[in-house]
């Protein structure tokens, strides 16, 4: 099913939404859900031209996927990126089970942990003593001569001698952390940055101009931290938003197959297009109530895989003067 | 002026001439104007003073006190050379005593060479593009349409991507994928693997208990 995002912009918007009573809501005490598609009681039909006055709110309604009883769903205002300050188009439901879990800080850090490790190869080499040249030969005779005993120049215990447990060649430090770990990470940290006031919802990453500065005091007006990460739907980015964020320092750009538990938490703020809140919440949902068995990463490369250019017949066959006749 | 005036007077001159005193710089109080002029008018140094100390040596009348040089000697051989010479020490060389061999005062001596030093510090840029977007793409199996894994994108020497595994296993991949090509180019790197990896053999089956032991 899809969820319904239904985004009018009738003259000037109205700044401060309110979300009222719906009867379905019985949990909900503290606010309402912004299914709000008897919003009725607030518009008015602008037929004549007064449109400066009429306020008009935008309906956002957004059904959620594999709805949970126990906790409600969250709010985030959903704001335009065409001025400094920008205006605020409506306002999201968010999944509890994306934006509102326990924050469990080790499973942060065995995902960063992850993200540094599985990638990383450490290419330091000693050589051992047999490795070393020389070293062959006992220096002096083991007894007459007054001196400690040694059987090698290159021993540990001699200078420009051998390490006796060094680093030994390129080491890989590779391993996969279960997926449902990793999906638990993402939906911690974006539960984090929720909660910290640190994710602003967006409507597009259109921009009106490319001046990095521009982008600069955009943030700064909006409070958006030292360090943000922008994140849309597809890998394909408007040119305004892409030259803004090239030029200040501090700013990322990412498609939302990239997002990750150690860029999320590197930015001080995520700015999500609806279009990525959407993918996210989607991916993350299914992963979370995926029935299948999770398959053990296996590594099935071999040295064909690699190959640039096309194999060659070298068989060696056998030139004949004549043609063979039986 | 009475007679002991005039015989202070002729003192004063003497001791002028050949002690070597200067009237100016001279700090005697009992001092008559007079003889301040004499001083002045005859143009030697005083040596009352230690403003007064010269580098020149008398040779007619030897000093039977020492006095400390003004400019101390470069050379640094000996420490006493700072001092005038006493007439109470007997000259030649002697078995004791201390000389310093190295350089006390002066700027160091660089002979061309240049000063080695740490190179200066240069932090790293965690805001470049490497940094920034580090960890990009590890999710994407989740977050994608699930036909790519992370190790798939891990970059590396081809025969260790994706792999761990003891020294023992690394260096036996290595030799499943870079053997044939090592052999041919680079037979001595071929020969230390073959050895190394008989070596580990024998150690982690035979020596070593631990099974974790690396």
Request: glycine share 6%.
């Amino acid at each position: 099913m899809q969820p319904q995002i239904v985004l009018t912009r009738k003259g000037r918007l109205f700044q401060g939404f309110q979300a009222f009573l719906s009867s379905s809501s019985k949990f909900h005490h503290r606010h309402q859900s912004s299914d709000s598609n008897e919003a009725a009681d607030f518009s008015t039909n602008t037929t004549d031209g007064d449109e400066e006055t009429s306020l008009k709110p935008v309906i956002t309604s957004r059904s959620l996927q594999f709805p949970v009883k126990h906790t409600y769903p969250r709010l985030a205002w959903l704001e335009s990126m065409d001025s400094l300050e920008g205006k605020k188009l409506g306002m999201l439901d968010l999944h509890p089970d994306v934006f509102a879990v326990y924050p469990r800080i080790d499973v942060l850090h065995q995902n960063i942990h992850w993200q540094k490790m599985y990638r990383h190869i450490d290419y330091n080499f000693e050589k051992s003593r047999a490795e070393l040249r020389g070293g062959g030969r006992k220096p002096w005779p083991q007894k007459g001569m007054g001196k400690a005993r040694h059987g090698s120049i290159r021993s540990p215990l001699w200078i420009r001698g051998a390490k006796a447990h060094g680093p030994r060649g390129p080491t890989s430090y590779f391993y996969m952390l279960p997926r449902s770990v990793r999906g638990l990470g993402l939906r911690i940290a974006l539960s984090c940055k929720y909660a910290q006031n640190d994710l602003a919802v967006v409507e597009s990453l259109d921009i009106p101009s490319s001046d990095p500065e521009f982008m600069a005091e955009m943030a700064d007006v909006r409070f958006w931290g030292y360090s943000v990460l922008f994140v849309d739907d597809t890998d394909v980015m408007p040119d305004n938003i892409a030259v803004s964020v090239n030029g200040n320092e501090g700013f990322s750009l990412m498609p939302s197959y990239g997002l990750n538990v150690y860029s999320i938490l590197k930015h001080e703020t995520l700015v999500l297009t609806v279009a990525a809140l959407e993918k996210i919440e989607r991916k993350l949902l299914e992963e979370m109530h995926s029935t299948e068995k999770e398959k053990k990463f296996v590594n099935t490369l071999r040295p064909e895989d690699f190959r640039t250019r096309p194999k060659e017949d070298e068989r060696m066959y056998r030139k004949w003067s004549q043609p063979l006749y039986f | 002026m009475g007679n002991t005036s005039v015989l202070r007077s002729l003192l004063i001159v003497y001791m002028c001439r050949h002690l070597g005193w200067d009237g100016d710089t001279c700090k005697q109080d009992r001092r008559t104007e007079a003889e301040a002029l004499l001083i002045k008018n005859n143009g030697v140094k005083c040596l009352g003073s230690p403003a007064c100390y010269s580098t020149k040596s008398h040779d007619e009348n030897v000093d039977l006190v020492t006095y400390k040089k003004d400019v101390r000697p470069e050379g640094g051989d000996r420490t006493f050379d700072a001092y005038t010479p006493s007439p109470f020490r007997m000259p030649g060389p002697k078995r004791y005593g201390y000389a310093i061999k190295y350089k006390t005062d002066g700027l160091l001596p660089r002979d061309g060479k240049p000063v080695r030093s740490l190179p200066p510090y240069s932090p790293e840029n965690k805001w470049d593009s490497k940094h920034a977007l580090f960890g990009q793409n590890d999710y994407i199996d989740i977050l994608g349409d699930g036909d790519i894994h992370p190790a798939d994108l891990l970059t590396g020497p081809r025969w260790l991507i994706a792999f761990k595994g003891n020294e023992r296993e690394r260096l036996m991949r290595k030799m499943e994928w870079e053997g044939p090509r090592l052999k041919l180019m680079y037979p001595s790197e071929y020969n230390r693997m073959q050895k190394r990896i008989r070596y580990l053999t024998k150690l982690y089956n035979h020596k070593r208990k631990s099974r974790w032991a690396d």
